[in-house]
C-alpha cells in the first residue's frame, strides 16, 4: 500500500528537513514545514517567531522544570503558550491529513496522527560529526560550541515531545522508519522513504 | 556503496530472526543466529543453552541488581559467566566479520562492529498486538500473559546492552536503519534493507 500522509521528526542537523522536502517532490506532495508555521501563526495569533520554538522545543530541557513552568498557570482559565500552540498545531496537523498527500516536519505530527493508517511515520538521526558540519557550514549556526547547541537543542525537543505524547523522542519503536542520514546521505534517505510511500 | 556486514537487533517478537534470514538469502550471506550460539559455546565451554539467554539477556530486567549481581565477582580472578560469554562472543563476531558477507542477529553485534564502514545496523520493532499473535501462533510461548512476557523480555535485553555498551537498546540513533514488521511485514522489511545492503 502506499501512504498518502509522510511525517518527518528529525534530529537537529539531520537534513531532516531537506529529506522531507525531497520526498515531496518526488511525490508530488504537499510540503509541510514553514508553511506549517504560517498557519499555525495566522490561526493562533501569535508572531511567526514565537510558533518556530514554542511549537518544537520545551523552554527548559529539564523536564521537570518545564512541566513546573506549565504548571503555573491553570489550564483552564489562562493556557500557557505552549499549549495554545499545541492545540492550534493538532487541529491543523489534523486537517491537514484530512486533505492527504503532505509531508509534514515536526511538531508531534506522528503522534498526532498515530491511529491513521495511511500515515508513515520518519525519524531521521546522523552523528554529531555530521550535524556538527551542517549547522556550521549550511546554517552558520552554533558558533564555538556546536556540540553544546546541538545537544541543548535535542533535550528540549525531547522534553517537549515526553510532555504532549509520553512518549520518548528518536525511540525507534514509535516510528515506521528511522534512518541515519549520515551514513546514506540526503540524497538516498530521500528514496528510501519515497519508494515505501508509492 | 553495499555492506558487507549486516547487523539485525530486534524487539522479541518482532520477526526480526525471519527478516535476517531471507535477507541472508536474498544477498546469498552467511545467517548467523544459530550458528552463532553453536561456535559460542564451542568456544567458551558453555552449554548452547546458556549460551542462548545469557548471551543477550539480563539476568534481572533492573538494571541495578543486574549491575549488582555483575559486581559480586572479582572481574579479574573470576569472571562471571555473563563476563565470559561476552568476551567469547565479541571475539567470534569479530572474526566473522573479518570474513565478510553475513548477517548476524542480535548479542550486541551493532556495537561490537560499529567502527566498521561495512556494516549496516538494523533494528526490528513492531507493535504489541503483532509480537503478541507471533509469539502465540508461531512460538506457542507466552502462556495467558504474553504481553507480560514480552515486556520483561525488552527488559532484560535493554538491560543487558545498557551494561555492555553503555547505550540505549532500541533508541534509533544507535542504528543505521529501523523498521516496524507490523507495518510492512516481514517480506517487505527483507526487501528494504536487501535493496539497501546490494
Not at 503522534?111 to 557550514?137: C, G
Not at 535535542?154 to 520518548?168: G, L, V
Request: charged share 30%.
Amino acid at each position: 500500500m502506499g501512504y498518502s500522509i509522510i511525517t518527518i521528526s528529525r534530529e537537529y542537523g539531520s537534513g531532516g528537513r531537506n529529506i522531507g522536502k525531497a520526498v515531496a517532490e518526488k511525490l508530488g506532495y504537499e510540503f509541510y514545514d514553514n508553511a506549517l508555521v504560517d498557519k499555525i501563526a495566522k490561526e493562533s495569533g501569535f508572531a511567526e517567531e514565537i510558533i518556530k520554538d514554542a511549537g518544537e522545543y520545551a523552554t527548559s530541557g529539564n523536564s521537570f522544570l518545564f512541566s513546573l513552568s506549565m504548571s503555573n498557570l491553570s489550564e483552564i482559565n489562562m493556557p500557557s503558550i505552549s499549549y495554545q500552540i499545541y492545540a492550534v498545531q493538532r487541529k491543523i496537523i489534523t486537517e491537514l491529513a484530512e486533505k492527504g498527500n503532505c509531508v509534514i516536519v515536526g511538531r508531534c505530527a506522528d503522534y498526532i496522527l498515530k491511529d491513521r493508517e495511511d500515515v508513515l511515520n520518519v525519524f531521521i538521526s546522523a552523528d554529531m560529526e555530521f550535524r556538527k558540519n551542517r549547522i556550521i557550514n549550511v546554517y552558520n549556526e552554533g558558533g564555538n560550541k556546536p556540540e553544546k547547541m546541538l545537544r541543548d537543542k535535542d533535550k528540549k525537543r525531547k522534553t517537549y515531545y515526553r510532555y504532549y505524547t509520553d512518549s520518548e523522542w528518536g525511540m525507534s519503536h514509535n516510528y515506521h522508519i528511522c534512518l541515519d542520514s549520515s551514513k546514506f546521505g540526503i540524497e538516498k534517505c530521500a528514496d528510501i522513504i519515497s519508494d515505501i510511500a508509492k
